[in-house]
């Protein structure tokens, strides 16, 4: 099972409700900087609430108080109602649809002309009484269902019941006509129990069948999702993503991603949906972005607008996420999974499919890209840019978020609030970064991006074999992160348990995925052997909110990139919301991250070069 850091995400809680969030403190905080007279309006409001949709402290469910458990009750209604009328919708469907209504009445047609030739004979057609007609016919309808279970009305019983005499008998019309009569009447019940009857079942068991339906719907990502909330953010998610795991258990249904691959988020899935009772995804398949009828049955209303201050519309947000999986610390790489390519036909297709469906026209369309900035591409002739300058020349997106920055900004933030290294004795040296690593390529680059900084990064393994057994552990601060989450967590626990001249005083463990905050926790909790005091960061960029767990010896830190990068995008739609442009938050963002993005640039082109991917850029 996933774990997330209960810490951070709380307990799951009930759907949350319809009500939408309450941003007087965005309309406090926006007039509070358009006050500032005094000072060039460069910086946007940090102190950002911490609330969004209506939820606290990104814990699902919001303030239990008021009118809670009374919206609560409202949106379950509302979510049942959504399901009972989705599934009916199916069974209509699937009895009505043509192919099945045709095999129906042919079927019920073959077995009324069975009838009728029968009935033509017993009557001794050709006849000339009218009455007589209106009994073959009454004889043909009234047999149809009872062929179903080898059954037959007689003619005597039919007759009778219009007031008619009775048909010769047997012995009156004579062996061969009664034969012929058996030989028709034997196929009309073999027409009838194999055809007729097995579409009456069909209908009958249409209930069972269009749930089966709904619930493949869901796993495979065909169900647009219930009406039964207002404001939803579009997530771009590829093949897989943890920032949108993360943003999923944060913000429950507010958030809609759209994945390729079914199979590779069979438990997310099933996790989120309560058990494929509710849709919570959309499938789109590789390379497929740009079709329109990839989003044709998708439908984007007016209720997925995100509300905003006075100071600016409401508007449609979508994010895509361009990050690879477990990669924190490459640089200038190919997206393996979502493209600027992609999420650009992507944009323009769900732009084009809100306007077919929404109301209003007084909106506006946010486009927000979540990648490493110095990403290469290459054109034919050898001419190279980065995504930055990509987005900006062929205007794929309003705002770029940068991946790498924050995470390292975390990292070195880390090591600046843990203290100078040195100081108080101990086995470590002054500006000294011990980096335990499986990947050349990490340590190469965090090695030269921290270095502007007055941090010296040092192979840990190299520098534990080479430390003196009078050393202590106090002072010494080591950086684990290894090119899978699993392979990161078991380092950390083994480095976390050591002592003395093998041990670290500050450890920080850099995961990529969610579920390595979970696993931490059980390595450095309460009355776990060698257990110290865990902490979390869980800002975007490591300058304000950690959390803490202690046990009973050193610290541990745990830097989740997926965390920080959804922190990040929470932090510009409650800028966007506040009625800040792109622009401004765009350049807020470069001023945040402008420390680490010349070096972060600077080292993923000249090892992009090094590797010859690159010639001119």
């Known amino acids: 099972m996933l774990r997330l850091v209960r810490s951070l995400i709380g307990k799951r809680q009930p759907p949350p409700t319809a009500a939408a969030a309450n941003y007087a403190a965005l309309e406090e905080l926006r007039a509070e900087f358009e006050a500032k007279t005094d000072a060039p309006k460069t910086r946007l409001p940090l102190n950002l609430p911490s609330s969004e949709f209506g939820r606290k402290n990104g814990v699902?469910?919001?303030?239990?108080?008021?009118?809670?458990?009374?919206?609560?009750?409202?949106?379950?209604?509302?979510?049942?109602?959504?399901?009972?009328?989705?599934?009916a919708k199916l069974a209509y469907d699937d009895v009505t649809d043509e192919k099945n209504v045709k095999v129906l009445l042919t079927s019920v047609a073959a077995v009324s002309a069975?009838?009728?030739?029968?009935?033509?004979?017993?009557?001794?057609?050709?006849?000339?009484?009218?009455?007589?007609?209106?009994?073959?016919?009454?004889y043909s309808i009234v047999n149809v269902i009872p062929s179903c279970v080898?059954?037959?009305?007689?003619?005597?019983?039919?007759?009778?019941?219009?007031?008619?005499?009775?048909?010769?008998?047997?012995?009156?019309?004579?062996?061969?006509?009664?034969?012929?009569?058996e030989n028709i009447r034997s196929t009309r019940y073999i027409i009838a129990t194999t055809t007729l009857i097995g579409q009456l079942f069909?209908?009958?068991?249409?209930?069972?069948?269009?749930?089966?339906?709904?619930?493949?719907?869901?796993?495979?990502?065909?169900?647009?999702?219930?009406?039964?909330?207002?404001?939803?953010?579009?997530?771009?998610a590829g093949r897989k993503s943890d920032v949108t795991v993360v943003g999923l258990e944060r913000f429950g249904d507010h958030l809609f991603p759209i994945f390729e691959d079914p199979s590779a988020i069979t438990y997310m899935v099933e996790n989120y949906s309560n058990n494929l009772e509710k849709p919570v995804y959309w499938s789109v398949r590789n390379k497929s972005y740009g079709h329109k009828r990839s989003f044709s049955r998708l439908t984007i209303d007016d209720s997925w607008l995100l509300n905003c201050t006075s100071a600016g519309r409401r508007m449609l947000v979508c994010e895509a996420d361009l990050v690879n999986e477990e990669d924190s610390l490459s640089l200038g790489r190919v997206?393996?999974?979502?493209?600027?390519?992609?999420?650009?036909?992507?944009?323009?297709?769900?732009?084009?499919?809100?306007?077919?469906?929404?109301?209003?026209?007084?909106?506006?369309?946010?486009?927000?890209?979540?990648?490493?900035?110095?990403?290469?591409?290459?054109?034919?002739?050898?001419?190279?840019?980065?995504?930055?300058?990509?987005?900006?020349?062929?205007?794929?997106?309003?705002?770029?978020?940068?991946?790498?920055?924050?995470?390292?900004?975390?990292?070195?933030?880390?090591?600046e609030k843990s203290?100078?290294?040195?100081?108080?004795g101990g086995g470590g040296e002054a500006g000294q970064l011990l980096f335990f690593t499986d990947s050349k390529e990490y340590f190469k680059n965090l090695k030269e991006i921290l270095e502007p900084f007055g941090i010296n990064v040092v192979d840990g393994f190299v520098s534990m074999a080479g430390r003196e057994a009078g050393d202590g552990a106090e002072g010494v601060?080591?950086?684990?992160?290894?090119?899978?989450?699993?392979?990161?967590?078991?380092?950390?626990?083994?480095?976390?348990?050591?002592?003395?001249?093998?041990?670290?005083?500050?450890?920080?463990?850099?995961?990529d995925k969610p579920a390595g905050i979970g696993q931490m926790e059980d390595v450095v909790g309460d009355g776990v052997e060698g257990g110290g005091e865990l902490v979390t960061v869980i800002d975007k960029g490591g300058d304000g909110e950690f959390q803490t767990k202690k046990g009973g010896g050193g610290k541990v830190t745990v830097i989740c990139s997926s965390v920080v990068h959804d922190e990040l995008l929470r932090s510009v739609r409650?800028?966007?919301?506040?009625?800040?442009?792109?622009?401004?938050?765009?350049?807020?963002?470069?001023?945040?991250?402008?420390?680490?993005?010349?070096?972060?640039?600077?080292?993923?082109?000249?090892?992009q070069k090094e590797n010859g991917n690159i010639e001119n850029v």
């Not at 009305?153 to 004579?174: D, F, I, K, R």
Request: glycine residues 10%; contains cysteine; aromatic residues 6%.
């Open 150 to 181: 080898w059954h037959t009305n007689e003619m005597g019983v039919v007759a009778a019941s219009m007031g008619l005499p009775t048909p010769a008998t047997v012995e009156q019309t004579g062996a061969d006509l009664m034969l012929a009569c």
């Open 60 to 87: 699902k469910g919001g303030k239990k108080g008021g009118n809670f458990l009374s919206n609560l009750e409202a949106t379950l209604v509302k979510e049942l109602d959504n399901r009972t009328s989705r599934i």
């Open 574 to 607: 409650m800028w966007s919301r506040m009625g800040f442009s792109p622009q401004s938050i765009q350049e807020e963002l470069d001023f945040q991250f402008a420390k680490i993005l010349h070096s972060e640039a600077a080292v993923g082109v000249e090892q």
């Open 114 to 138: 069975l009838g009728a030739l029968e009935g033509g004979l017993l009557v001794n057609l050709p006849i000339t009484d009218f009455s007589s007609h209106l009994l073959v016919l009454k």
């Open 419 to 424: 203290g100078k290294t040195g100081e108080g």
């Open 202 to 236: 069909r209908v009958l068991s249409v209930s069972v069948r269009v749930s089966d339906a709904f619930c493949d719907n869901i796993r495979l990502g065909r169900e647009p999702p219930f009406d039964n909330l207002t404001e939803r953010v579009i997530r771009l």
């Open 335 to 415: 997206s393996r999974d979502l493209t600027i390519d992609d999420a650009g036909g992507a944009f323009r297709e769900i732009a084009s499919r809100a306007k077919e469906c929404m109301k209003t026209k007084n909106y506006r369309f946010l486009r927000v890209v979540l990648g490493d900035s110095t990403e290469i591409f290459s054109s034919g002739g050898g001419h190279s840019q980065t995504l930055r300058d990509k987005v900006v020349a062929d205007n794929e997106a309003d705002l770029i978020v940068d991946s790498r920055a924050p995470v390292l900004l975390s990292v070195l933030a880390w090591f």
């Open 477 to 511: 601060k080591g950086l684990v992160h290894f090119t899978t989450t699993n392979l990161t967590v078991n380092n950390a626990a083994a480095l976390s348990k050591r002592k003395g001249a093998k041990g670290v005083g500050d450890l920080c463990v850099l995961v």
